[in-house]
């Protein structure tokens, strides 16, 4: 087996010193190079918590975390910046492009950040990928020129462009309708299979929970459940993660039948 | 290009309206500054020259050392009184030396030597007090301009042939041409012929100045080769202390005089307005930063969602916080160069509106583009320092409060 891209020990997280709010009470966690997972659970659970800390954007109160085998805690902000910028690649509920700029100039944003200078080489990189995110004629539009699946689709393909082993992506398309949904999760599950690129998504949308490799599930700042789910028939996932809405479960009806009922 | 500069860049650009406004700011504020400079100094300018253009700014004459004087009469110069004034001024010898180095100074513009005295116009039984000039006649244009100041005549002063003013002319009723009589308070008498009636713009120097040539004035004062002082312009009329000095340090036995000493209290009104024009220049610079301050510290409110994203993608905190020092900053050059072109515009308007009615400008006004480039060092300097306090709070901003919303 392949060493973790992430290891984190005992992970808490205290909010307020007068009133304190224990959101992380002790997480143990590891990722897996190229694992798609979904993390999910009821709002206040302790998701995006647990997600900016992994994404080193927060520092938890007490515990360890490994990225890449380095000791991230340890690491000063100034590194932990650069360290974003080459290794992760992030995709935010809302959209977070930056509206002054094109759709390719947001994708090449990390690299600037990066280098301080802009490069033919990645110019053409990231016209291949927003080819890759189905915008290649939106190219030059201003972000805001774009709709939200559209944006969504800019952000992920700003996510890649460094080459990140880690995707992180917090409620990604929890502002989309379901089509536009299905087509972000499926562009982020054909990007994990062809580069290789390990997500940690956390959703409300048992949807795309049902088709990751792993389903993650915490409750108040704990992972009380973590399973294969791609090693499981349908049925079984859905009966795993919504068990309320599976009605239909025992009965004989067509997997797609099923999903279009529960939609 | 920089990536800070990118972005700073682009905010800038897509702020178009605040930018827009805070740029006019700075620019009507530079142009004020540049305008009241050349305004200020274009003043000053004709004012000075008005006291000093066609005078002299410095002069040499004898020192009153018992030990000049000795050496003098040892060597048979004159240095006595001339005639029976028991006041008269010491006469200053050996001073071809002098005239030769200040004629090779870079910072002199007109060098001539005076041979001075007093005495009596006659005409008619009648007696006007008078003072003989000697001079060299193209020397001394050069600080008196007397060619372009002859009411009548020609500027021919040689022999016999000399200029007087206009209101001797006029009391005593000499025209050109005409003869008369000097008297020397030896007694000694000189027949001299009118060449030139000069205006000095002076009435007491009309009524008394007498020009001939030096070597006459000389002989008749009997000064033999001695003359009176050498009269000076320079350059940079506000150096003529410092210059009078050294010469005076350099040359033994001469004693020096400026037109600085004699104008104290013009000089002291200048002093005022110039500093107080300075201080005018410091609100106004003082106004421009703040604008500019204000507007990036709203700026970065504005822009925190975008700092805050940058960040999480990994723009470290000396990063976030240059874009607003490049902010800061190209909004002072731009501002301050738009500023010295309407300064410039300013200065032209008022040359051409002062000068409709007489076809001449009020004062001349000299646009002085070195002074335009060090007000817009200074303004794109504080201007960066403004930038200075939301600069810090973009480097402050943490990314987990924006991805929060
Ligand atoms: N900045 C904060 N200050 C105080 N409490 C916070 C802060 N952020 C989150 N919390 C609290 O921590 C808990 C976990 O929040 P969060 O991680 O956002 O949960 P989830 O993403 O699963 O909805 C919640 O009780 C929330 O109110
Ligand atoms: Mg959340």
Redesign the interface.
Known sequence: MASPLLEASELTMVYGTVVKTHALKGVNLTINSGEFSSIIGYSGSGKTTLLNILGTLDRPTSGTLRLLGEDITKMSDEQLAIFRNRNLGFIFQFHHLLPEFSALENVLMPTWIQSKNGSMKMASRAKELLELVGLKDRINNKATALSGGQQQRVAIARALINQPQLILADEPTGNLDSETTEQVYDLMRNINATLNTAFVVVTHNDHIAAKSDRIIEMKDGLITRDYPAAAMDNDAVWKEIAPKYCRYCNRDLETDGATALLL | ???EL?IAL??L??GRGQTTFILLGIAIGVAVQIFLGTLISGLQKDLVNGTVGSSPHMTFSAAETADASGLSSANGFVASSAGNFSRQEKTLDNWRPLLATLDQATETTAVSPVAEGSGFLLKSGERWPILVRGIEPERANEIYELKSKLSAGTYVVEGDQVLIGTSLAAEALLETGDTFTLELPGGQRQSLTVAGIFDLGNNSLNETWLFMSLSRAQRLLGFGDDISRVEVQVEDVFAADLLAEAYEKQFIGIKSENWKVQNASLLSALTSQSSSSLTIQAFVLLAITLGIASVLAVSVVQKS??IG???????????ASRIFLFQGGILGLLGSVLGSGMGYALTQAFLWGTSIQTGEALFPLEFDPAAAGTIIAIATVASIVSALFPARRSASLN??DV???
């Open positions: 290009m920089m990536f990118k682009r905010f650009k897509d969602k975008q994203i940058l960040k999480a993608m990994g723009t470290s905190s000396a990063s990314p987990i991805i929060r919303g």
